[in-house]
Each structure stands twice: as structure tokens, then as C-alpha cells.
């Protein structure tokens, strides 16, 4: 009795262990495997992103084994080549850098897996090489509408000299590189800008907080005008730190975000936040077309973008399209 009892416990501990593992459900029973990484769960944009993927893979009939790297480049290598092993048909992932990605894509090439980049590039001297197609925002051009935004405001308000702090991204991840290149291009040369400070938050919410302490202690209240924040985790961070220091946000002191999450264009219609540029998580059903098509054997685009915006307190926010995700 003693001996089948634990055979019994054995059988239930296989099977939860093997319940954690990232498998399609029944993979037999898919004609098309999907490998995705995700780098993290680190914002709600992240967790926006991974459930559009999953629901279009169910829509699409596709079977999706799912990695959360948790921020560790080193997770998402490992995740890749357990999708090599596996035999997927495709390799979709979310590249938490730019670099270090040459060996292991070389390795899905050699396996003739096409790979797909989702949100974020990757950069190498043979780059081309190494991926199928990119799907996601045009990070530059995020940029870009957060520094017109800031020009529009000067513009509007009279402002003489604006002192910016910006809190920016991962370092050396493509958002941030391009979200930082493509607001400095936009007010460069404009004399009434000076860029203070550019701190990196990792877009979390925590460090968003740290970063906006850190300013406030170095530069004081009176000597930040704006804060250009890569993503609205970090700047929902630095609401609060503002809030609590009694610093009024959107009015003391400007605030810039990119991402349009939900909490974040509320805050915008409170008079909390100033300008909110789009970056929509909503990417699935694109990545699920892209793989179809592949499978199909037809051409697709090397580069799809999707049509974002900007929400800003110099608009109508009282119109339905204002709204987050």
C-alpha cells in the first residue's frame, strides 16, 4: 500500500511539473507550432502584449509554447533553443537588448526557423540575416511626437526656458535608443530646451519612483520644468513621488509618457499627466497573420507598423478615441 501510494504522489508531482512547462496545449493536435519569448511581465503594456499574442493564437488555431524571461537575456536564449529542439514552426520573440542575439538566431536559421521580432530589433553587422520580419511601434517617431508635443506646449504657454529630465527605458533596448534619439532630434536646436539629466528606469514602475526621488534631491522642485518618461510605468512612478513631495504633476512640473495605457490617459483627464504618445500592445493578430502567410509560403512584409498617435492636454479629451488599454 505504502509503495503504491507514492507511486501515486510521483504520477501527481510529474504531472504539475510538467504542467509548468511552456507546451502548446495537446501540440499533436496543431498544425502550426508558434515558439514565443516574451522578455517580461514588467508593465501592463508587457502583460497587454503577451495576452493579444495568446488570444490570436487560439483564433488562429495556432499551438503557442509561451517563455517569460523575466528581464534575463540569458532566459530568453535558453527559451529560444528549447523552440529549435521543440521543432516549432515558427520563433516569435520580444528582445530585451539589441545585441548578444547572433549565435542562438544563427542556430534557428541552420534549423530553417523563421524568426519574427516583436516590439523590439535587434542589432548586429549581419542583423538582416538573422531575422524573418519586425512588427511594432516606430519608436522614433513616439519620440517625435513627445518633443512636438513639448513645442506646442512652449508655443502655447510662452515658455522661455524649459529644463527636461528625462527618464528613459532599458539601456541599449531598441525603445529606448529611439524613443530617446527621436525627441532630441525634434527639439534640438531649439533654444528654449535644455536637457538636464536622462536617468534609466528600466520601465518599471518602482524605478520610475527612485528616478524621480533622485532628480527632485539633485535638482530640488524649483529646477525641473518637464519629464519625458519612456513608458507609463515609470511615469505613474514619478506621479507619485511628485503627489507626495506636494509638487502639483502636469502643472509644477510637465510630464511626457509613451505607452497609453489605461491608468495613464486617466491620469491625462485628470490634469495629472500632460501628453500621453501611443504605443499599442494590441500586436497579435499581426504576428498571427505574418505566420500564416509564412506557412503559406507567401512573401511578407520585413517591417509592419502600427497606426499610433498622441493624447495631450492641448486637445479634446473629451472625445471616445481618447482611451487606454
Not at 175 to 191: A, E, V, W, Y
Not at 201 to 207: N, T
Not at 305 to 324: N, Q
Request: with cysteine.
Amino acid at each position: 500500500m505504502r509503495k503504491c501510494a507514492m507511486m501515486v504522489l510521483m504520477a501527481v508531482l510529474l504531472g504539475i511539473l510538467c504542467g509548468c512547462a511552456a507546451k502548446p496545449a495537446d501540440p499533436e493536435s496543431h498544425a502550426v507550432v508558434v515558439g514565443f519569448s516574451q522578455l517580461g511581465a514588467e508593465s501592463s503594456w508587457r502583460i497587454a502584449n503577451t495576452k493579444s499574442v495568446e488570444a490570436a493564437a487560439r483564433e488562429y488555431g495556432f499551438g503557442l509554447m509561451t517563455e517569460n524571461a523575466n528581464q534575463k537575456q540569458e532566459k530568453q536564449i535558453d527559451a529560444i533553443r528549447s523552440f529549435i529542439a521543440y521543432q516549432v514552426d515558427v520563433i516569435v520573440f520580444s528582445p530585451i537588448v539589441e545585441t548578444g542575439w547572433d549565435n542562438v538566431l544563427n542556430e534557428a536559421k541552420q534549423a530553417d526557423i523563421p524568426v519574427i521580432l516583436v516590439d523590439r530589433m535587434i542589432a548586429s553587422e549581419n542583423a538582416d540575416a538573422l531575422y524573418t520580419a519586425y512588427i511594432g511601434a516606430d519608436f522614433y517617431a513616439e519620440g517625435c511626437r513627445a518633443g512636438e508635443y513639448l513645442i506646442r506646449k512652449a508655443d502655447h504657454d510662452h515658455l522661455e526656458h524649459v529644463r527636461i529630465a528625462e527618464i528613459s527605458g532599458t539601456p541599449d533596448s531598441t525603445p529606448m535608443r529611439d524613443r530617446q534619439r527621436g525627441f532630441l532630434d525634434t527639439i534640438q536646436g531649439d533654444s528654449r530646451f535644455e536637457v538636464i539629466d536622462s536617468i534609466s528606469g528600466d520601465f518599471l514602475r518602482s524605478k520610475g519612483e527612485e528616478c524621480m526621488t533622485f532628480l527632485l534631491g539633485k535638482y530640488g522642485r524649483d529646477g525641473i520644468d518637464a519629464v519625458y518618461s519612456h513608458n507609463d510605468s515609470m511615469t505613474l512612478g514619478a506621479l507619485s513621488v511628485l503627489e507626495r513631495n506636494g509638487i502639483e504633476p502636469a502643472r509644477d512640473i510637465l510630464l511626457i509618457t509613451v505607452d497609453g495605457e489605461k491608468e495613464a490617459v486617466d491620469a491625462l483627464k485628470a490634469g495629472k499627466i500632460n501628453c500621453v504618445v501611443q504605443c499599442t500592445p494590441d500586436l497579435g493578430d499581426e504576428v498571427m497573420q505574418l505566420v500564416q502567410d509564412l506557412k503559406a509560403g507567401k512573401e511578407i512584409p520585413r517591417v509592419t507598423h502600427p497606426k499610433e498617435g498622441a493624447f495631450s492636454d492641448l486637445d479634446d479629451l473629451t472625445d471616445p478615441s481618447v482611451e487606454g488599454f
